[in-house]
């Protein structure tokens, strides 16, 4: 299946160096999945804030340095503990963020349809967000979905109300 997967996703620019990330400082994007709500928030750089149930943890992503599963953008891997000191159970955190670009509407539903353990929600203008725990590992990817090199104007189960997007003030922004 990941084989066919591979083949929908448009990678076009292989040897891009720029990660191509969803979120800019000071960006807050707050989602509510059947797995529960998650606010993630942009801080500097590549540090991200993520906050779930009573929880808030920070965590620099790393740069995809080449293209995986036809992504490129930001990740981390859960590679061992993430947070010594955890909170409801977590200290592991498998994270990721990055454009999607897709040839086709169907082809975008293919694709979620591949990944059923993943609660996703998507707006009509194809910000995507998934959240779930298992076990001590946090899983949240953002994504922006493209069809064909354009943000949508509508997807089919968009919900528009699922997710919203906020901005610090830039002298906020600074500061932190």
Avoid at 43 to 67: A, D, F
Avoid at 78 to 83: E, F, K, V
Wanted: hydrophobic share 40%; aromatic share 10%.
């Amino acid at each position: 299946m990941s084989v066919f997967v591979l083949a929908q996703l448009n990678c076009a620019d292989p040897k891009a160096t720029k990660p191509e990330i969803v979120m800019t400082p000071g960006m807050i994007i707050s989602a509510k999945t059947s797995y529960g709500s998650i606010k993630i928030q942009a801080l500097k750089g590549y540090r991200r804030s993520y906050e779930w149930g009573g929880c808030k943890k920070e965590i620099t992503l790393q740069v995809r340095e080449e293209r995986w599963l036809g992504q490129k953008g930001l990740f981390y891997p859960a590679p061992g503990l993430t947070w010594l000191w955890g909170c409801e159970g977590i200290h592991r955190a498998s994270l990721e963020e990055s454009m999607l670009d897709f040839g086709s509407e169907s082809e975008f539903h293919d694709w979620v349809n591949a990944y059923k353990g993943m609660a996703y929600v998507y707006r009509n203008d194809g910000l995507m967000v998934a959240f779930r725990t298992r076990g001590e590992l946090l899983i949240v990817a953002v994504h922006q979905v493209l069809i064909a090199g354009q943000k949508p104007l509508s997807l089919e189960g968009g919900t528009d109300d699922a997710i919203s997007v906020d901005m610090l003030p830039p002298e906020v922004v600074h500061r932190n």
